[in-house]
């Protein structure tokens, strides 16, 4: 059965870090493009940061720059998200997804495979 998984999502202070794992069961990460998207209440889902399959292109959405780190890790099968210099506005379910159909990587429609979520709260 396949699967995405998220994990490493919790409360934590302005200005401090998280990692968020990404682990896949059921395929492999290595060869596919793997996004990271959140979505804020209220707000539409938006993309956060994308890792090609080719693992030499990466993209980050202009928000996050200089803050947030995409990796990944082809023995634990799983893509993280390291997050850094965390903003209350940072606050989301961070989603990552799996099966890029082509197109704008920072668009919902194109991926075709999504994990559960994971809750991260920036907030003193």
């Known amino acids: 059965q396949r699967q995405l998984v998220e994990s490493g999502g919790g409360l934590v202070q302005p200005g401090g870090s998280l990692r968020l794992s990404c682990t896949a069961s059921?395929?492999?990460?290595?060869?596919?493009?793997i996004g990271w998207f959140r979505q804020a209440p209220g707000k539409e889902r938006e993309g956060v940061s994308c890792i090609r399959n080719s693992g030499d292109t990466i993209y980050y959405a202009d928000s996050v720059k200089g803050r947030f780190s995409i990796s990944r890790d082809n023995a634990k099968n799983t893509v993280y998200l390291q997050m850094n210099s965390l903003q209350p506005e940072d606050t989301a379910v961070y989603y990552c997804a799996s099966n890029f159909f082509g197109g704008r990587w920072s668009s919902t429609s194109s991926w075709g495979f999504w994990g559960q979520g994971t809750q991260v709260t920036v907030s003193s």
């Open positions: 059921g395929f492999t990460v290595e060869y596919r493009t």
